[in-house]
């Protein structure tokens, strides 16, 4: 089951819920990152070329986390933090060849999709995320969208039966087969709400709870 789920981000929220739901263990990609929908296209297009090198790697908002000029994404859990502050305390060598070694392990995950035996699903939390960490970082393609995603998952895998769940992305919404749409707030009792920022958020796991079980997995 693990390989038939897999989060395309954007951000920590929806990877610890589909693990919840769907029983997975196994770690992707994309499932630690802060990563806008033209990074997520960006990365899959560029085959995570260059993904840590030392030149692109930058500590933004006071330490808050640290931001990949290339990419335009928050490596927000790959570099050591300190406990007074939770701040990113430096980018050193070290730490960049344990994110290459995790990473490289994590492609061949990636890479491995292409010989899948049956459907996969992708999860898709947010679009745009406008993340204020990333402000500044001109990069393109600007504007992407599901059709320049399922473009570049098609040219990766070009066998893979596959569908794209996107949750909460209204400003990208198009009429696929591929794509399956949902919005949080139809699955929203009275009184509760999702908080992205907070992945023990006590209402969040039953709201990700109905929309995955209105999604049928092929």
């Not at 038939?4 to 693990?19: K, P, Q």
């Not at 994110?99 to 996969?120: C, E, H, I, M, T």
């Not at 504007?143 to 320049?148: I, Q, Y």
């Amino acid at each position: 089951m693990d390989q038939r789920i897999v989060s395309l981000g954007g951000n920590c929220m929806v990877t610890m819920e589909v693990r919840k739901f769907f029983g997975i263990k196994a770690a992707n990609l994309f499932d630690w990152w802060i990563t806008p929908g033209d990074a997520l296209v960006r990365l899959i297009e560029n085959d995570f070329a260059e993904l840590f090198s030392r030149e692109n790697l930058k500590m933004v908002g006071d330490r808050r986390s640290v931001a990949n000029l290339r990419y335009g994404i928050l490596h927000h859990h790959d570099f050591p933090r300190n406990d007074e502050e939770d701040r990113v305390i430096a980018i050193e060598e070290q730490a960049i060849q344990s994110n290459l070694g995790k990473f490289a392990y994590l492609k061949k995950r990636w890479d491995d999709l292409a010989d899948s035996q049956g459907p996969v699903l992708f999860v898709r939390f947010g679009w745009s995320m406008n993340e204020g960490l990333l402000a500044g970082i001109p990069l393109d393609p600007i504007g992407a969208d599901p059709v320049r995603l399922i473009a570049a998952l098609d040219r990766k895998f070009p066998l893979l039966d596959y569908q794209i769940l996107l949750i909460d992305a209204p400003e990208v919404m198009l009429e696929h087969q591929k794509v399956i749409y949902r919005n949080s707030h139809a699955f929203t009792e009275p009184g509760e709400c999702l908080n992205a920022a907070n992945l023990v958020w006590k209402d969040n796991s039953a709201i990700f709870s109905r929309v995955f079980s209105s999604v049928g997995l092929r």
